[in-house]
């Protein structure tokens, strides 16, 4: 990728591993759970995953990110409904993040799309955006990392799910079961 969205979040940064070593903990599910969170990645073009974060009552999490300063899922957009908790925020239940592969060549580019849920409330909201991972060698047997996260848009699923009358309640209303 040569120019980012003016949205794009960048990061980057030298790591004195191998790019191979590095590859794996991006494409292996229990390395990328391991610093990301629990999935069940596929590291091939138009394979679908999930990203699922912690939910509320997961103690290794939130254990960790009470260390870091954070609280499990609270206030994240990864996050859709809630529950009352001491200190008047709320406590978030949360959903998987849906991704799909977009781009793998091994050791060089991870590039994946993700939907994760706004929030919480009917018509159901979404923020779609692109993760994509970029690693090159460095001279002394590391490896620079780049990760991109761009292409942020809200969507709104408008989409009805109809109840449709069980057999005895067609047969009740004269229709053939």
Do not use: Y
């Given at each position: 990728?040569?120019?980012?969205?003016?949205?794009?979040?960048?990061?980057?940064?030298?790591?004195?591993?191998?790019?191979?070593?590095?590859?794996?903990?991006?494409?292996?599910?229990?390395?990328?759970?391991?610093?990301?969170?629990?999935?069940?990645?596929?590291?091939e073009v138009g394979a679908?995953?999930?990203?699922?974060?912690?939910?509320?009552?997961?103690?290794?999490?939130?254990?960790?990110?009470?260390?870091?300063?954070?609280?499990?899922?609270?206030?994240?957009?990864?996050?859709?409904?809630?529950?009352?908790?001491?200190?008047?925020?709320?406590?978030?239940?949360?959903?998987?993040?849906?991704?799909?592969?977009?781009?793998?060549?091994?050791?060089?580019?991870?590039?994946?799309?993700?939907?994760?849920?706004?929030?919480?409330?009917?018509?159901?909201?979404?923020v779609e955006s692109v993760?994509?991972?970029?690693?090159?060698?460095?001279?002394?047997?590391?490896?620079?990392?780049?990760?991109?996260?761009?292409?942020?848009?809200?969507?709104?699923?408008?989409?009805?799910?109809?109840?449709?009358?069980?057999r005895t309640r067609a047969?009740?209303?004269?229709?053939?079961?």
């Open positions: 990728m040569k120019q980012t969205d003016s949205d794009a979040v960048v990061l980057e940064c030298n790591l004195p591993e191998p790019r191979d070593k590095v590859w794996r903990a991006l494409t292996q599910r229990e390395l990328l759970a391991a610093w990301l969170l629990p999935n069940d990645i596929r590291p679908k995953f999930q990203l699922q974060p912690a939910r509320a009552n997961d103690d290794t999490r939130a254990d960790a990110e009470a260390r870091a300063g954070g609280e499990a899922c609270a206030g994240s957009e990864a996050c859709a409904g809630s529950e009352a908790h001491a200190g008047g925020r709320a406590r978030v239940a949360c959903e998987p993040i849906e991704c799909e592969v977009l781009e793998a060549k091994p050791g060089r580019v991870l590039r994946w799309r993700q939907r994760e849920p706004a929030e919480a409330v009917a018509p159901r909201r979404f993760v994509s991972f970029e690693l090159a060698d460095l001279p002394d047997g590391g490896t620079h990392l780049r990760v991109i996260h761009h292409g942020f848009k809200a969507v709104t699923c408008t989409a009805t799910v109809l109840s449709f009358p069980t047969t009740t209303m004269g229709m053939a079961a």
